[in-house]
């Protein structure tokens, strides 16, 4: 069984950092794409950051310049670097783990496994 554990998460102000990480246990053995994902209250998941297991980033246009995936095969560790917060950026924060596909989908219905999210809210 696959499973993403989330940490990182916290209250910060605006303009602070904050590094995400997500351990993959389980289909460790094969490759996969890993994203980061995001839901505020009342909006619908969106897609954030994503990183193929060959090295291939994506990122949503808000947080690029700002937001870093980054990845460690051999730990199993995705890491999500996010600078220079803003209010915008409060949400549940999701890993979630692609094993049909090479490329960086950005649907939420692409990915397979999901972490429980992390909670990252940024005080003005």
């Known amino acids: 069984q696959v499973q993403l554990v989330e940490s990182g998460g916290g209250l910060v102000e605006a303009g602070d950092s904050l590094r995400l990480s997500c351990v993959v246990s389980?289909?460790?053995?094969?490759?996969?794409?890993m994203g980061w994902f995001r839901q505020a209250p009342g909006k619908e998941r969106e897609f954030v950051a994503g990183v193929s297991w060959s090295g291939i980033t994506d990122y949503t246009d808000s947080v690029k310049g700002r937001f870093t995936i980054s990845r460690d095969n051999a730990k199993n560790t995705v890491w999500l670097q996010m600078n220079s917060l803003n209010a915008d950026d409060t949400a549940v924060y999701y890993c979630?783990?692609?094993?049909?596909?090479?490329?960086?989908?950005?649907?939420?219905?692409?990915?397979?496994?999901w972490g429980q999210g992390t909670q990252v809210t940024v005080s003005s």
């Open positions: 979630a783990a692609d094993y049909r596909t090479w490329n960086v989908p950005s649907r939420p219905g692409e990915y397979d496994y």
């Open positions: 389980g289909r460790t053995f094969d490759r996969y794409t």
